[in-house]
Nanobody, 124 residues
Framework: QLEESGGGLVQAGGSLRLSCAAS????????VAWFRQAPGKEREFVGA????????YYADSVKGRFTISRDNAKTTVYLQMNSLKPEDAAVYYC???????????????????WGQGTQVTVSS
């Protein structure tokens, strides 16, 4: 199971840090990604981190502003969001790929375990 937290209301240019807390002793083998979905839009990839944190990948729209990290000892993945823009407003979901030891993917269908989402609102 995954549980996101840290969402809220922030002014444009501000920062938020989202957390994705996981349960389970095999979490360290999972790749984890963040996706987001704005009203009326499809869920889109934001970024991902490999099982050991050695590799990260970001969507062009957030590159240089967002950073993903993980602490496997705490079974938690973080999404640090800086320089937020109104277009970043969405429900943010973390998702895990249990096959993270053998692949690193940005494809939404490869992520089997999902959190319930946390709302991020950015005021202009």
């Amino acid at each position: 199971q995954l549980e996101e937290s840290g969402g809220g209301l922030v002014q444009a240019g501000g920062s938020l840090r989202l957390s994705c807390a996981a349960s389970g002793r095999t979490f360290f083998t999972y790749a984890v990604a963040w996706f987001r979905q704005a009203p009326g839009k499809e869920r889109e990839f934001v970024g991902a981190i490999s099982w050991n944190g050695g590799t990260t990948y970001y969507a062009d729209s957030v590159k240089g502003r967002f950073t993903i990290s993980r602490d496997n000892a705490k079974t938690t993945v973080y999404l640090q969001m800086n320089s937020l823009k109104p277009e970043d407003a969405a429900v943010y979901y973390c998702a895990a790929d249990p096959r993270g030891l053998v692949r690193f993917t940005t494809t939404i269908r490869d992520y089997d375990v999902w959190g319930q989402g946390t709302q991020v609102t950015v005021s202009s």
